[in-house]
């Protein structure tokens, strides 16, 4: 359809910005109640984590998910508009004076949480690497053109974290190691029977351990205890309870370390960076023991580890956005129920932009029953607290966006010559990216290849 001939249905015109999970939820609940919106996306595509920070092996779930996007996007009362980043290629402050009903956030979390240790941001790209820019090259170097920056996987790699997406980059590294050995010697091998089968079982059908490859494998630091892990979403609220929790997420940890070779140090915090002519060659780590809930450092106990590449994986936060309030490492809300951001009457935040960190919690907290079989997969098991998660996110957003269009509809109506020039600004903005208003012939002509394509 051609977007300057959409019809004008509404009188409120909201804009939305990022179109992942959160973002076209928010647009299709609006869209559904003839709310007329334009969707800025910084992207070509509106996939966010789905595109770029879900591991590509979970392919058959990525295609899901962004279908179900597609699906709401595609909306007559939608207006998409690709390659516009909020605070780069529109100030928030210029956005204001567009005069839109509401303006609601939904980009997510894209910045690492750096690591506590001074200076070490000059070695970033030298020795210590983040897990965000690191997934996104993992899941798209294959794409002929990729000129995005290209890491060189090392064995003996660290990684600090202890989440699910420090699991994901555990794996990463052993799939790119172990195949390059392979490879090395040979013998083919591919990303995706390595992850399904996982590297102990590949290595054993061919007779062979990480020694025989002269691979040492990389090591995962966590500053709890293997049985902190968020690895269960079992309840834990009595002791009985988080007894059997525990005794899962342990059971998990070993599988995944069966499966996938790696090495596991707990209760150990980073606290320093050691160099070595310019670039990191190491982290000195502190011991810790678990008090409660807290992580306590032992004092005087400390251990350095040597290692050509470290990769920090401990949590995603929102980045900033200038001319919005900031506390701590998210937007500042005046009330997490309305999702108003302070200092405004119409300017709010959703999905993982707003929720960040707590939405891991309410993710672990929910109670599904975890059987021996789903410990025993892990593929399954990991696919399913994705899945988990985007379902989430969207029955959040359902909650949110109820208040939002509250909101909205006590407000008045945009005068016409507003609402005509928004729409005009809209669609000079489109044209400027190259995008005719026709969505699915958009993302066909921009979806990558797919490397479960090519290597058939
Ligand atoms: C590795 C990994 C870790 C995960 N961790 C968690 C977790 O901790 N908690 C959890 O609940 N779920 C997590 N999930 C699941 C999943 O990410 C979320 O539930 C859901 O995808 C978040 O959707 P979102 O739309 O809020 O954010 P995103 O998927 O991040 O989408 C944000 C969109 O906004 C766009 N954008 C960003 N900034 C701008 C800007 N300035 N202007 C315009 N557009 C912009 C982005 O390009 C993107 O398309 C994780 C998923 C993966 C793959």
């Given amino acids: 359809?051609?977007?300057?001939?959409?019809?004008?249905?509404?009188?409120?015109?909201?804009?939305?910005?990022?179109?992942?999970?959160?973002?076209?939820?928010?647009?299709?609940?609006?869209?559904?109640?003839?709310?007329?919106?334009?969707?800025?996306?910084?992207?070509?595509?509106?996939?966010?984590?789905?595109?770029?920070?879900?591991?590509?092996?979970?392919?058959?779930?990525?295609?899901?998910?962004?279908?179900?996007?597609?699906?709401?996007?595609?909306?007559?009362?939608?207006?998409?508009?690709?390659?516009?980043?909020?605070?780069?290629?529109?100030?928030?402050?210029?956005?204001?004076?567009?005069?839109?009903?509401?303006?609601?956030?939904?980009?997510?979390?894209?910045?690492?949480?750096?690591?506590?240790?001074?200076?070490?941001?000059?070695?970033?790209?030298?020795?210590?690497?983040?897990?965000?820019?690191?997934?996104?090259?993992?899941?798209?170097?294959?794409?002929?053109?990729?000129?995005?920056?290209?890491?060189?996987?090392?064995?003996?790699?660290?990684?600090?974290?202890?989440?699910?997406?420090?699991?994901?980059?555990?794996?990463?590294?052993?799939?790119?190691?172990?195949?390059?050995?392979?490879?090395?010697?040979?013998?083919?091998?591919d990303m995706f029977t390595l992850e399904k089968k996982g590297i102990g079982p590949t290595l054993e059908s061919m007779d062979l351990t990480l020694d025989d490859l002269e691979l040492k494998g990389c090591t995962l630091y966590y500053r709890r205890r293997a049985i902190d892990m968020p690895l269960s979403p079992m309840p834990a609220d009595t002791p009985e309870k988080l007894e059997k929790a525990q005794n899962v997420r342990q059971k998990i940890l070993d599988n995944f370390q069966r499966k996938y070779l790696f090495r596991f140090v707990p209760n150990s915090t980073p606290v320093d960076k050691i160099l070595h002519e310019g670039r990191l060659t190491g982290i000195r780590f502190q011991k810790t023991r678990i008090e409660g809930e807290r992580v306590r450092p032992i004092e005087n106990e400390y251990f350095d580890v040597e290692t050509p590449m470290v990769i920090s994986s401990i949590g995603s936060i929102p980045e900033k956005i200038e001319g919005l309030p900031w506390q701590g490492q998210v937007f500042k809300i005046t009330d997490p129920k309305t999702c108003l951001i302070e200092g405004f009457d119409n300017v709010f935040a959703i999905g993982n932009a707003v929720t960040g960190k707590g939405n891991i919690n309410e993710s672990v907290k929910h109670s599904r029953e975890i059987s021996t079989g789903i410990i025993d997969n892990f593929f399954e098991w990991q696919q399913g607290e994705y899945e988990n998660w985007h379902h989430q996110t969207v029955s959040k957003v359902d909650r949110d966006i109820d208040q939002i269009i509250g909101r909205i509809e006590n407000q008045e109506g945009l005068p016409e010559n507003v609402y005509n020039e928004i729409l005009e600004k809209v669609s000079r903005m489109q044209k400027k990216t190259g995008y005719d208003g026709n969505y699915r012939q958009w993302i066909e002509k921009h979806l990558p290849v797919r490397l479960e394509n090519v290597s058939g």
């Fill in 1 to 189: 359809m051609d977007a300057i001939s959409k019809k004008d249905t509404g009188k409120h015109f909201v804009a939305i910005f990022g179109g992942a999970v959160a973002g076209s939820e928010a647009a299709y609940q609006l869209a559904s109640r003839g709310i007329v919106v334009t969707v800025f996306e910084q992207s070509t595509l509106p996939y966010g984590k789905i595109e770029d920070g879900l591991p590509k092996w979970h392919h058959k779930l990525r295609d899901q998910e962004e279908q179900k996007i597609d699906g709401k996007i595609d909306h007559p009362n939608i207006w998409y508009v690709p390659n516009v980043r909020l605070g780069i290629d529109i100030s928030f402050e210029e956005l204001r004076q567009w005069g839109f009903s509401a303006i609601i956030l939904a980009t997510g979390a894209w910045r690492d949480r750096q690591l506590p240790i001074e200076g070490l941001e000059d070695y970033v790209g030298n020795g210590i690497y983040y897990q965000n820019p690191f997934v996104y090259w993992f899941n798209h170097k294959h794409e002929p053109g990729f000129n995005g920056p290209a890491y060189k996987i090392q064995d003996d790699a660290v990684v600090i974290g202890g989440g699910l997406a420090s699991l994901d980059v555990v794996k990463i590294l052993m799939i790119e190691t172990v195949g390059a050995a392979l490879e090395k010697r040979g013998i083919e091998s």
